[in-house]
């Protein structure tokens, strides 16, 4: 049974630094394309960053490149995301998500695309 399991996030004033983790079990890591999703009211959810690791493939948003950072840790057996210089435009709940096999090259940050998704978790930049 796949399970995606959140933590990190809460708030923080802008110019600040957050990290979210998703803990990943019951598919194989290397061979999953893991993704970090965020949505905000009335807006559709918006992919941010991709990370395949049996390619090193990585994909940001241009929204959020430059500024977020997206990598696995082996030993926890998750995928961070580490967000520097956050904006308020930035808050946002945010989601980890998970499917079998490669990042597609386009629509990677296609909600459409995964089939698994963490619980999410609230983001909230102040000014």
């Known amino acids: 049974q796949v399970h995606l399991a959140q933590s990190g996030g809460g708030s923080v004033q802008a110019g600040g630094s957050l990290k979210l983790s998703c803990g990943l079990s019951?598919?194989?890591?290397?061979?999953?394309?893991m993704a970090w999703f965020r949505q905000s009211p009335g807006r559709e959810r918006e992919g941010i960053a991709a990370?395949?690791?049996?390619?090193?493939?990585?994909d940001y948003a241009g929204s959020v490149r430059g500024r977020f950072t997206i990598s696995q840790d082996n030993a926890q057996n998750s995928v961070d995301l580490q967000m520097d210089s956050l904006k308020a435009e930035d808050t946002a709940m945010y989601y980890c998500a998970a499917s079998a096999g490669p990042c597609p090259l386009v629509g990677w940050d296609k909600a459409d695309y995964f089939t698994f998704w963490g619980q999410g978790t609230q983001v909230t930049v102040s000014t």
């Open positions: 990370f395949y690791s049996d390619t090193n493939r990585i």
């Open positions: 019951g598919l194989t890591p290397s061979r999953t394309c």
